[in-house]
């Protein structure tokens, strides 16, 4: 498979997911939904490296990419998917999903600021297309 199936494949999953955590966080606080959650990723991760984790190429990974690919999942997955089931249980999931989904936009803005990736006219116009939805979706 290629990136775009990928990718799509990834759509796919991560829409169902806020679904499941809407419903489930109806009866439970947010900061409950989290370890639960948690609970799940840590099983993956158990599967995950009893049958397939490259072992020997994680111990010979630099420290500075460690650091850096750890502390995104601290980030994203447990302070930002936190503030995620806060706005969750208070909000609609037709609005709060793609305003939250819109970390695309913050993702391009520091590609093009820290990482002097390429600014192309459709990569503007994809983000005006994120902006332009976050503020009919605001309203």
Avoid at 35 to 50: E, T
Avoid at 87 to 99: D, E, H, N, R, Y
Avoid at 111 to 133: A, D, F, H, K, Y
């Amino acid at each position: 498979m290629n990136a775009f199936w990928w990718a799509l494949l990834t759509a796919g999953i991560w829409g169902v997911v806020p679904l499941m955590e809407k419903v489930g966080l109806a009866s439970v606080a947010p900061n409950v939904g989290l370890i639960a959650r948690s609970l799940g990723v840590m099983a993956g991760v158990v599967v995950f490296g009893a049958l397939w984790a490259p072992w020997p190429a994680l111990r010979q990974a630099p420290l500075g990419a460690l650091a850096l690919l750890a502390g995104g999942g601290l980030l994203a997955s447990f302070i930002g998917q936190l503030v995620f089931y806060r706005a969750l249980k208070v909000g609609a999931i037709s609005q709060v999903t793609p305003v939250a989904g819109a970390y695309p936009l913050v993702a391009a803005l520091l590609g093009w600021t820290l990482l002097g990736e390429s600014i192309t006219p459709l990569r503007v116009l994809g983000v005006i297309c994120v902006v332009l939805g976050v503020v009919l979706l605001r309203r």
